[in-house]
């Protein structure tokens, strides 16, 4: 892990936001194909022993993510996202609820705001992640969201390593 590259992870209470800053030592169309492709995101997005596993993906404005993240012991846990903007390369939203193996929504739900940028070969992506509930949000960061997220993070850091290696 690159201790130089930039992390930050801000609660902002009163906004109901938590805001994410994250540097990666990859190409900007690499990373974003780690957000936005399922074969990459299944790799990296849930936090060990867990796994996630895509039922589908459809990455276009209205488009959904229909995905379980999965205990050792069998359990799924899932989540429903509608994508709602896409700008390609530097910035997409969605919209982001748990929800039950049928696809019905657990609301309220949260917001999600990702934008990349790149400068000498560092991407850096910006999360924002609006709660429509405060309650909600205290509930998610008292479950461990900060270390789980942060945790796949450092995944998806060393997965893009190997990504990026020449072949």
């Given amino acids: 892990m690159n201790n130089t590259l930039q992390f930050d992870f801000t609660v902002d209470k009163a906004a ?3 805001y994410i800053t994250r540097e990666f030592a990859a190409a900007q169309s ?4 780690a957000f936005t492709k399922a074969e990459i995101l299944d790799q990296w997005v849930a936090p060990k022993p867990w796994t996630s596993k895509t039922k589908y993906m459809n990455f276009e404005v209205g488009g959904k993510r229909f995905y379980a993240m999965v205990s050792p012991d069998g359990y799924s846990g899932w989540i429903i996202q509608e994508y709602t903007s896409i700008t390609p390369i530097t910035n997409f939203k969605l919209h982001n609820a748990f929800a039950d193996k049928d696809e ?3 609301l309220p739900g949260s917001e999600w705001d990702y934008t990349f940028s790149e400068q000498i070969g560092i991407t850096t992506v910006r999360i924002s992640i609006y709660n429509e509930s405060l309650a909600r949000m205290e509930k ?3 479950m461990g969201f900060k270390e789980g997220y942060t ?3 450092d995944y998806l850091e060393k997965l893009l390593e190997n990504l990026s290696k020449p072949i």
């Fill in 104 to 106: 019905n929504p657990q």
């Fill in 140 to 142: 998610m960061i008292e």
């Fill in 30 to 33: 690499l990373v974003w194909d």
């Fill in 16 to 18: 109901k936001t938590v």
């Fill in 151 to 153: 945790a796949t993070l």
